[in-house]
């Protein structure tokens, strides 16, 4: 197990050996054992059907009817799954979900085609995320800006990540053009990052190219307004009590600059163990499945814990949770 240091030229991709966020107090990552550690492909692959088992049930009942109620629901439902589809990414790009990296790699990009999240180039940032939190060298991969969140409007537009999608466009269009990130620095990943967005580019043009074919806006009803819409606020709701409110930039502790939530089962599953984001920073290696046993281990020594998401939003909408630091910061880049 490696401590957290300076890059260049580390290798901070694997899933083994992992650079490990600055902790607090007793260290106590070495004495952790195998039981830990174990992969259970089955769980995520269970996870995962559930996840296509309801889009595809969303997808049908377009399909067959197109009365605004069912178009509506269809929209909500489906833009839920696809955000909770990262949160499986996330557990691909971390190497929890299989043995095989392939396979994390397969499954990882097929979960982000519906908000065209890349694997590669999330697992890039967000293992640094990982490895640099709390200094401030930290970044992420999903660019919100926490500004102007105390109020219902603010935290709507907020909610609406634009800047995402200017990323995204320049990210299609260097790869469109043959190009890879001159902010990703490790040739390997920079073409991997390339060809998945290149990827999405052919699925999207035989999208359009059928949808054009066939004068049908169905891709527009299960596809393209579920993931504006709904997708992309539902998202940040799940990523924002990670570590708003709280110092990601130097505080080198992540039982200080990382929340807990006190989830139900539905939002255990549904933001796939983010509720238990402490002992995930606490030990990136862990695999998901394995978080909430880790969790019960460090729970005495968790600082942050909210006692819901609900409570969450209403401190932030309210101003009692507040934004800390500059215009980069933990998730910006």
């Known amino acids: 197990m490696q401590q957290n240091q300076t890059e260049p030229d580390l290798d901070l991709d694997g899933s083994t050996g992992v650079l490990l966020a600055p902790v ?4 106590t990552r070495r004495d952790l054992g195998p039981e830990y550690f174990q992969k259970r492909p089955a769980v995520f692959l269970a996870k995962f059907l559930v996840a296509l088992v309801i889009i595809a049930a969303g997808w049908v009942w377009v399909a067959l009817r197109t009365d605004v109620v069912s178009v509506v629901v269809t929209i909500i439902t489906t833009g839920a799954m696809y955000a909770h589809l990262v949160e499986l990414q996330h557990e691909c ?3 929890h979900a299989f043995r095989s990296r392939t396979l994390n790699r397969l499954f990882g990009f097929a979960a982000g085609v519906p908000m065209f999240s890349s694997y590669s180039h999330y697992k ?3 293992l640094r995320h990982h490895a640099f939190l709390g200094t401030p060298q930290n970044r992420e991969f999903f660019n919100y800006q926490f500004h102007n969140l105390d109020t219902p409007l603010g935290f709507v537009l907020g ?8 990323n995204l466009v320049r990210d299609l269009r260097r790869s469109l053009l043959g190009r890879t990130n001159p902010n990703v620095t ?3 990943a ?5 060809t998945e967005y290149q990827a999405f580019l052919v699925i999207f ?5 059928a949808s054009i074919a066939m004068h049908s806006l169905f891709f527009v009803w299960v596809w393209l307004l579920p993931s504006v819409l709904v997708a992309e606020p539902v998202h940040f709701l799940i990523e924002l009590p990670e570590h708003y409110g709280l110092n990601t930039q130097t505080d080198p502790n992540v ?3 990382t929340r807990t939530v006190r989830a139900s089962r539905f939002g255990h599953w549904f933001t796939n163990g983010n509720d238990l984001h402490t002992a995930h920073h606490f030990h990136q290696g862990v695999p998901m499945v394995n978080v909430p046993k880790l969790h019960e281990v460090i729970k005495h020594r968790v600082n942050t814990v909210d006692p819901s998401f609900v409570s969450f939003y209403s401190g932030v909408v309210k101003g009692r949770i507040r934004f800390q630091g500059d215009d980069k910061t933990c998730m910006t880049r």
């Open 24 to 27: 607090a107090g007793p260290e």
């Open 93 to 95: 790009l971390h190497e």
């Open 124 to 126: 890039y940032d967000h």
């Open 159 to 166: 909610a609406y990540n634009l800047g995402r999608y200017s």
């Open 186 to 188: 490790k040739t390997v």
């Open 190 to 194: 920079a073409r991997r990052i390339r």
């Open 205 to 209: 043009a035989v999208v359009l190219a």
């Open 255 to 257: 039982l200080t600059n």
